[in-house]
């Protein structure tokens, strides 16, 4: 018996047209949870009773324990039973003598080339603990899944996913770091070929969120009458979703550098220039005249800027003077930093601000002022430039499962500290997710990382995108930029490629004489397809209508007809609210 709670979306066969094929799959389920949604007064909801399991369990049998542990193992040095709750649910109960703790697991068919989005609710019995999914995959490796933090008293989902490149039997169970009961229910293992995975992020994802279908209506200036049969082209002045790259100080004095970079991007993050360390290496001798300089080249050629960062909580990356100062000193030298960056490139200058780099995995400022020494810095920021959006920027937390400092609860759990703060509630707060990938990414935790984010309701970014070196490093960057731009709740990506003539921090797009490696081509190949438009020309019909569909962006549309001395050009912007049915466009001719 379970409890259920109202879910948008059924189950349900999709087709669809994919690389030549119709491919029929269940569609991917985007639900999370976070129990945290009273906005605003940012208390913790504590469910009582899990959610129903997604895909109804997929390949999981007995996914809600309603037959006891029927099809469920129980391994070696594992006590385990299944109990009700006082509502009437049922749920499996595990106790491990010795750490970690671990499940009853469940042994399944799995495919080769496949991806499993995995979901499930866990609780603990006392405290809290880090619980992490893991399968044991055919070939005998064990892969995380995904992890959360599991509580006492509250039902926490847990959603992440793995790949599995062989076929044979694979096993799912679950583990916790303190020594405490662990409480399972509503599992669910779904598996999707590589076509249905993509077919879902092109169709489901990319096809609706990137793109808009609007009405354009061709009329006469002078007495407002239609114009049928007029020929009506779109050419796009700039793509609507942001895609950048890093930038270093090299592109000052090196054309080529420039024109590759300008010729690409929308957006540039400086790499290192506009840090603390870069603008004031000594104590009170402040210099901008590098990112002065490269913010206005970006801005000659239309190149948004994020500005990176104000603070960096990593204790490796601070001066040597700032070490040494006491709290109060500490203080007025950060509030004088603060001011001086954020008044200088706010209002406008940037479109964004990570305010302190990396403070799940650090705590330099904590340590030295105390556990809300960052919220006060976002309210700071906030107060002199309240129209920039403020990111949490960080890392590993879409990457992989394996790091407990970064999970998406602990990151979310960090972001309602930051919005709770007295004052902060009208924060143009963000998600930044740098995505420094290994040689392997795991795609499906990625998805499942963002679907659970989303649940902020706040701009997510990719906003340092690299793949580590390896034989497919290609390939896998391919994979990692589709599924950013695919999500729906994804909102724009930077790379961290930066060109550096001593090499690049990871991964470099080009050679030393601006052509392209692999990587760089996939990077270039991308850009042209999210460019394109299906309607190249359109006539418009009886009444002087017409339908375009396109790329969200600003476009250049053209009206031609025999009865017009020359073309009527008009500029328009497409965007998410664009609708045929609800802004047709009315261009007088």
């Known amino acids: 018996m379970k409890v259920f709670m109202k879910k948008f979306g059924i189950i349900l066969l999709l087709f669809s047209f994919f690389r030549g094929q119709m491919v029929q799959s269940v569609p991917y389920d985007h639900t999370a949870s976070i129990e945290a949604s009273v906005y605003g007064l940012f208390l913790q909801i504590c469910l009582s009773n899990p959610m129903i399991p997604l895909y109804s369990g997929g390949v999981i049998k007995n996914s809600e324990f309603n037959v006891g542990l029927t099809d469920w193992t129980v391994p070696l040095g594992v006590q385990a039973t299944v109990n009700r709750s006082s509502s009437g649910n049922k749920f499996a109960e595990a106790r491990t003598d010795g750490q970690p703790s671990r499940t009853v697991y469940q042994t399944v068919q799995m495919q080769p080339n496949t991806h499993y989005s995995l979901s499930a609710w866990l609780q603990v019995s006392a405290g809290t603990a880090n619980v992490m999914a893991v399968v044991r995959t055919p070939d005998g490796q064990f892969v995380a899944a995904g992890a959360t933090v599991a509580k006492s008293g509250c039902w926490s989902m847990i959603k992440g996913g793995m790949t599995s490149y062989s076929s044979g039997q694979g096993q799912l169970y679950f583990e916790a770091d303190a020594a405490v009961a662990i409480r399972v229910d509503s599992v669910s293992?779904?598996?999707?070929?590589?076509?249905?995975?993509?077919?879902?992020r092109q169709q489901q994802s990319a096809g609706r969120a990137r793109r808009s279908t609007l009405g354009v209506v061709v009329a006469r200036g002078t007495d407002g009458a239609p114009v049928p049969n007029a020929?009506?082209?779109?050419?796009?002045?700039?793509?609507?979703?942001?895609?950048?790259?890093?930038?270093?100080?090299?592109?000052?004095?090196?054309?080529?550098?420039?024109?590759?970079?300008?010729?690409?991007?929308?957006?540039?993050?400086?790499?290192?220039?506009?840090k603390w360390y870069a603008t004031e290496g000594r104590q009170g001798h402040e210099d901008y005249r590098v990112p002065d300089a490269m913010l206005a080249l970006a801005e000659r050629h239309g190149v948004r800027v994020r500005g990176h960062n104000v603070f960096w909580d990593d204790q490796s990356t601070q001066m040597a003077w700032v070490r040494s100062l006491g709290p109060d000193e500490l203080r007025a030298a950060m509030d004088k930093r603060l001011r001086s960056v954020v008044s200088r490139y706010g209002g406008g200058k940037v479109i964004s601000w990570d305010v302190v780099n990396e403070n799940l995995h650090w705590?330099?400022?904590?340590?030295?002022?105390?556990?809300?020494?960052?919220?006060?810095?976002?309210?700071?920021?906030?107060?002199?430039?309240?129209?920039?959006p403020l990111f949490m920027n960080e890392f590993n937390t879409v990457e992989q499962p394996v790091d407990m400092s970064a999970m998406a609860s602990k990151y979310v759990a960090k972001m309602n500290q930051i919005r709770s703060f007295p004052g902060n509630g009208g924060?143009?707060?963000?998600?930044?997710?740098?995505?420094?990938?290994g040689a392997t990414p795991n795609i499906p935790f990625m998805r499942a990382t963002l679907d659970t984010l989303a649940q902020l309701k706040l701009p997510i970014w990719l906003t340092e995108i690299d793949v580590a070196n390896g034989t497919n490093q290609a390939q896998h960057l391919e994979e990692v930029l589709r599924e950013g731009y695919g999500h729906p709740n994804?909102?724009?990506?930077?790379?961290?490629?930066?060109?550096?003539?001593?090499?690049?921090?990871?991964?470099?797009?080009?050679?030393?004489?601006?052509?392209?490696?692999?990587?760089?081509?996939v990077v270039d190949k991308l850009i042209a397809e999210w460019r394109t438009h299906p309607v190249a020309a359109a006539t418009t019909d009886a009444d002087g209508v017409v339908e375009l569909?396109?790329?969200?962006?600003?476009?250049?549309?053209?009206v031609t007809h025999p009865s017009l001395v020359s073309s009527a050009v008009r500029t328009l912007t497409v965007d998410a609210s664009?609708?045929?049915?609800?802004?047709?466009i009315d261009i007088r001719v």
């Open 189 to 200: 293992l779904q598996p999707f070929t590589f076509d249905e995975w993509d077919a879902h």
């Open 231 to 274: 020929t009506v082209t779109a050419d796009l002045l700039r793509p609507g979703f942001p895609f950048g790259n890093g930038m270093t100080r090299e592109i000052l004095d090196n054309p080529a550098y420039e024109q590759w970079f300008t010729s690409r991007f929308t957006v540039a993050t400086f790499e290192n220039e506009m």
């Open 363 to 388: 705590s330099f400022y904590e340590g030295k002022l105390g556990p809300d020494a960052s919220p006060a810095i976002y309210h700071q920021v906030g107060k002199i430039d309240g129209e920039t």
């Open 427 to 437: 924060l143009k707060l963000a998600v930044g997710l740098e995505s420094h990938f």
């Open 490 to 521: 994804v909102d724009g990506m930077v790379m961290w490629a930066a060109w550096h003539a001593t090499g690049c921090y990871v991964m470099c797009l080009t050679d030393d004489e601006f052509k392209n490696l692999s990587v760089g081509d």
């Open 549 to 558: 569909d396109l790329a969200h962006g600003e476009y250049n549309v053209t």
């Open 578 to 584: 664009s609708s045929s049915s609800e802004n047709a």
